[in-house]
């Protein structure tokens, strides 16, 4: 029988496939349920994820957190994840081998699993490495990652436009 995301959280807790285990202090393995119609997907945890487990909780999470409630969307009913479960020294980008790993052993069943209709992809890593054959038969956004939306008020505007359009998208396949 094939795991469930409980179960898949489980081992991502104990990996140690790629070098970002040894930079960790807990693995965010991402949260939300198993039905949900919508996945949000980052670049990796950073220092406060890293200390709770827990994804997009530091001030990047709060920001998007504002955005959701801007749309009036309930964050509840997303899975929200990365691309690495693990923090990466220094809070580094995830390198190409860390990202494969991880996305071949983890992303890619929960994807399979949560079966979102909706994707979004926040920030260029995510667009980078989340393969496109993970994607097909979903409607994909691609937008900002909220670290950058929350520095840059260039950046806050477009994910402002970007989450307009998702409100949209939500009603469509509601
Ligand atoms: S980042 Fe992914 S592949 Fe690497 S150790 Fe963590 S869970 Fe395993």
Redesign the pocket.
């Known amino acids: 029988m094939g795991l469930d995301l409980k179960a898949l959280a489980k081992k991502?807790e104990k990996?140690?496939?790629?070098r970002?285990?040894k930079s960790?202090k807990k693995?965010v393995p991402g949260e939300g349920p198993e039905n949900a119609k919508i996945m949000f997907i980052g670049q990796a945890p950073g220092k406060q994820e890293d200390a709770t487990g827990k994804p997009f909780v530091g001030k990047a999470g709060k920001f998007l957190n504002a955005l959701l409630d801007e749309i009036g969307f309930d964050r509840q009913k997303c899975f929200i994840t990365s691309v690495?479960?693990?923090f990466p020294p220094k809070n580094r980008p995830p390198r190409a081998d860390?990202a494969m790993?991880?996305i071949k052993?983890?992303l890619a069943k929960q994807i399979e699993l949560v079966n979102p209709k909706l994707v979004v992809l926040l920030g260029k890593i995510a667009q980078r490495y989340v393969p496109d054959s993970l994607l097909s038969g979903r409607i994909v956004l691609k937008t900002a990652h909220p670290a950058a939306g929350m520095r840059f008020p260039k950046i806050r505007r477009k994910m402002k436009k970007d989450f307009s359009l998702l409100k949209k998208l939500i009603k469509e396949i509601s």
């Open positions: 991502i990996c140690r496939l790629c970002l285990w960790r693995a690495v479960k693990c860390e790993i991880c052993n983890y």
